[in-house]
């Protein structure tokens, strides 16, 4: 599974972006997609995740301004954010827990590149 991560840039606080990751390859293993981040000095976070059936969860940081959503029919994971902190200033990575039946069950991780945030004040 390949993602290709985009939509970060900069943003005042109290302002919005929606980031989105495209899923190509094994598509059809895919679980679950995943948002990360990770700033300087901290350690990269979980900040929201979805599964294939569209049940969410959120980083506590998060909840009530971030949404985690799926286009299936375009192999498609976006990440709208809305109001905006400092704190949330990271590079946002998203993620595919996949599970391959084939010849072998491969179960793992498929990392995107990062989309910087940055918010200003």
């Known amino acids: 599974v390949q993602l290709q991560a985009s939509g970060g840039g900069l943003v005042q606080a109290g302002g919005s972006l929606r980031l989105s990751c495209v899923a190509s390859g094994m598509v059809s293993s895919i679980n679950s997609m995943e948002w990360y981040r990770q700033s300087p000095g901290k350690q990269r976070e979980l900040v929201a995740d979805?599964?294939?059936?569209?049940?969410?969860k959120y980083a506590d940081s998060v909840k009530g301004r971030f949404t985690i959503t799926r286009d299936n029919a375009k192999n498609t994971v976006y990440l709208q954010m809305n109001s905006l902190q400092r704190e949330d200033t990271a590079v946002y990575l998203c993620?595919?827990?996949?599970?391959?039946?084939?010849?072998?069950?491969?179960?793992?991780?498929?990392w995107g590149q990062g989309t910087l945030v940055t918010v200003s004040s």
């Open positions: 993620a595919a827990v996949y599970t391959h039946f084939g010849d072998e069950v491969v179960a793992g991780r498929s």
């Open positions: 979805i599964t294939s059936g569209g049940a969410t």
